[in-house]
Nanobody
Framework: QVQLVESGGGLVQPGGSLRLSCAASGMIFRVAAMDWYRQAPGKERELVATISSVGTTRYADSVKDRFYISRTNAKNTVFLQMNNLKPDDSAVYYC????????WGQGTQVTVSS
């Protein structure tokens, strides 16, 4: 069974940075693409960033040049470095693995506020 555990969320002032982590169980991690999604209250869940098994990355336009996704297969972990955070970035952030029908983490809250 695949399990994903996110960490690193919190409260940060506008312009600040946070680094989210997602630890995945199972040896299948290294062959699967990974995503970060986010969902703000009253809004649909949206795709923020994707990293393929070989490290190719894609980003939503709203986070380009501010957020960076990376992974370390040795530790079955994917990261989301978030810089120059804005209040509109406030949301619950979810880790997702593109395996079978997909698996989700429990989410971690990010709040950007002064």
């Amino acid at each position: 069974q695949v399990q994903l555990v996110e960490s690193g969320g919190g409260l940060v002032q506008p312009g600040g940075s946070l680094r989210l982590s997602c630890a995945a169980s199972g040896m299948i991690f290294r062959v699967a693409a990974m995503d970060w999604y986010r969902q703000a209250p009253g809004k649909e869940r949206e795709l923020v960033a994707t990293i393929s098994s070989v490290g190719t990355t894609r980003y939503a336009d709203s986070v380009k040049d501010r957020f960076y996704i990376s992974r370390t297969n040795a530790k079955n972990t994917v990261f989301l470095q978030m810089n120059n955070l804005k209040p509109d970035d406030s949301a619950v952030y979810y880790c997702h693995i593109q395996l079978n029908s997909g698996y989700w983490g429990q989410g971690t809250q990010v709040t950007v506020s002064s």
